[in-house]
Nanobody
Framework: QVRLVESGGGLVRPGGSLRLSCAAS????????MGWYRQTPGKEREFVAR???????NYADSVKGRFTISRDTAKNTLNLQMNSLNSEDMGIYYC??????WGQGTQVTVSS
């Protein structure tokens, strides 16, 4: 059974940083593209960052230069380092592995 467990969300001040992690089990982690998405109330889930099975990355324009996606294949963990956070970064962040596997989400709140 595939299980994705996110962690690392929380409350941070504007300009601060958070590191999200997504621990995967029951899946051959190495062969999948994977990414992070976020959702705010009343809006559709939106793409944030992606890393392919070959290690190529791409980002939403709104987070380029501030967020870094990475993965640790030894630990089956997907990470998202988020720096210079602002209020527009708030939302529930979800990891996605492959086309069908989603985590349960972790809340990110940016407030002074």
């Amino acid at each position: 059974q595939v299980r994705l467990v996110e962690s690392g969300g929380g409350l941070v001040r504007p300009g601060g940083s958070l590191r999200l992690s997504c621990a995967a089990s029951g899946i051959n982690f190495r062969i999948y593209d994977m990414g992070w998405y976020r959702q705010t109330p009343g809006k559709e889930r939106e793409f944030v960052a992606r890393i392919t099975s070959a290690g190529f990355t791409n980002y939403a324009d709104s987070v380029k230069g501030r967020f870094t996606i990475s993965r640790d294949t030894a630990k089956n963990t997907l990470n998202l380092q988020m720096n210079s956070l602002n209020s527009e970064d708030m939302g529930i962040y979800y990891c996605k592995i492959g086309l069908a596997y989603w985590g349960q989400g972790t809340q990110v709140t940016v407030s002074s």
